[in-house]
């Protein structure tokens, strides 16, 4: 039997808001909304960002992309090594003076030292060659935009997070959100099941390159500083995943940081969808969350000319040197396009069984019956996209016509595109999705790119796309890519519905998202995303209507629960599940017999004996 993984629980954070009742998807809608909904929007953004009687344009100006902000840093200073060299000659040489205590441990063969004066604080370095010397000294950054969480949200305020890095502190708030959506408490969840049918699978693409982790261990000796304990274990990519485990749910079920480039977000989907399709397990909490606003990773994807740099998108207007580009349209896919915008978030969803979805009573947001992961084969550059895109999309628009038919494929499905802003995408990925629906039979496909408004934000960005998603099953407005006044002339489109407003599609024609990613190296990867009020059919037709009324006297008790977290979140108050130190397990009461192990604190135990399906030996 194969189980349906049901999305019971979303939330993260990124440039739009917070993910979890669909603030950061209307965020995206905001002209679409009805008067009360974009209060309600508006409302909510400003208690994030600390500025709860903001007027309007404060929040609007504060979100989305937009340039990068002072508490990043200052894109006209930023920090940068500048080596120098110091004339000197036998004839001419030349000296300096320093601290003593700050002279080299190994002096060189060239360097005469001689204390100044009587103080022996100081010495005169006198050198009779050339010399390079590295100072710190600032420059301006060639890419000035960025997709930044809301100006003022400070993740590491809202618990405990000293010495983490950013993407971690935004792991511990996405996450939270995440489980705190579901509206059933986890310690409930948690004792429905074996310890060991619960996983966690969660990671980062570029580590945790900020000063508290990979880079301030490898910038350490440069910058004459010291490495501390923290910097090594703290910068691991998996460390989104294992702070999930540690301090929000406490969990010593499976986990796992799986990356696979831009498609690292699927990458752990597809993990958890197999293990629960298969009744391996029976929830995940699954995500990836990335803080790669720094000037030296910016400075690594310029070098490689995959950045809109300002003097790209004044060419794109037709604006001169020396003002300013509209940075609020950095990121234009499918539209004419210079280049990605980098962005940061955290994005997660709750994964469970539908038996014990039925079981607790727990809301249903979507289902993800498959993910597919597929490579490129041989390639002349490892950035270059591929055929590995065409297998998965094709695999995931497959799935959604067998599970739901022609016509729901034809008129009742969308995309949500990788989009990232470069030319090379916008000809790539188009002329897959029109090939694709050519396969199919599809017209007037409808075609979203949510890093219109949210950047590329790495590892989490089909997180990003699956939390809005869940908005159009909701909402039924598909959002417009705003930020290009049209599409681009090289583009494939004969079959493309691709528009730079939102498409109100209506719910009932939103049966079906297929969620499409691509990184570097040709990891490609599509998921089929199946909406809420498909599943319910599904469920009632595999467990009966008597069990589909008992569920849903529990569900009103779900989604109050869930509401309550909700207007607690809006009004500000978001206090992250942080259990630092707490609930320890006392491993001398660990039991083992030949057919069990019971781990103290949890209330069932974990079978032993299984013969993972070798049933001939």
Sequence with gaps: MSYLPLIVGFGGYNAAGRSSGHQSYQRMILESLSDADRAQTLNSLAQLMGVP??????????????????????????????????????????SFII????????????????????????????????????LSAQTTMPVQSAGQLPQGFDP????????????????????????????????????SVSPDAISVYSSSVMSQLDQNGFGGMMGARMRACRATSKQLAMGLNTMPADFINAYVLGSVGATAGVTGACAT????????????????????????SEAPILPEVMDGYSAMSALATDADLLKLEGLPSGVLPDHRRASRPFGPNCGFTLAESSQYVVLMAD???MELGAQVFGAVPGVYVNADGY????????????ITMAKAVALGRSLL????????????????????????????????????????????????????????ASGDQMAASLGVFAKGILPGIKTIDAVADDIFSSRLNISNKDNELGVDNAAVAFLNSKGFGGNNATATVLSPNVVAGYLEKRHGKASMSSYRNKLSQTTEKSAA????????????????????????????????????????????????GYSDF
Excluded: C
Aim: hydrophobic share 35%.
């Design 355 to 357: 038996d014990l979805a």
């Design 265 to 288: 977000f699927l990458y752990n989907l597809r993990f958890a969808v197999d293990e629960i399709r298969s009744g391996r397990r029976k929830v995940a909490v699954v995500g990836a």
């Design 405 to 460: 038919g022609e016509d729901a494929i034809k008129h009742r499905s969308f995309v949500q595109a990788h989009g990232s802003s470069t030319p090379h995408n916008r000809v790539t990925e188009s002329r897959i999705f029109d090939e694709v629906a050519k396969g199919f039979g599809i017209q007037h496909w409808p075609v979203a790119a949510v890093k219109a408004y949210l950047g590329h934000s790495l590892g989490p």
């Design 379 to 390: 390639k002349k550059s490892i950035s270059a996209p591929g055929a590995g895109n065409y």
């Design 565 to 612: 977290y909700l207007a607690e979140a809006d009004a500000g108050n978001l206090n992250p599940i942080y259990d630092f130190g707490a609930g320890l397990i006392d491993e001398d009461k660990i039991k083992i017999t030949a057919d069990a192990i019971t781990i103290p604190g949890y209330s069932k135990p974990i079978a032993l004996g299984d013969n993972e």
């Design 156 to 191: 590491g305020a809202h618990y405990r997070s000293q010495h983490h890095p950013r993407g971690l502190q935004m792991s511990i708030l996405g996450a939270s959100d995440a489980v705190k959506s579901v509206g059933i408490d986890w310690q409930t969840i948690a004792d």
């Design 99 to 134: 601290a003593t205590k700050d002279l080299p441990d190994f002096i060189p063969d060239t360097w005469q030292i001689e204390p100044v004066h009587t103080e022996s604080r100081y010495s005169r370095v006198t050198f009779s060659q050339e010399e390079k010397l590295l």
């Design 53 to 94: 009687d903001a007027p309007e344009d404060t929040v609007i100006k504060g979100t989305l992309v937009r340039r990068i902000g002072s508490e990043f840093f200052d894109v006209n200073k930023a920090p940068v090594g500048k080596e120098v060299t110091l004339k000197a000659s036998k004839d001419s040489p030349n």
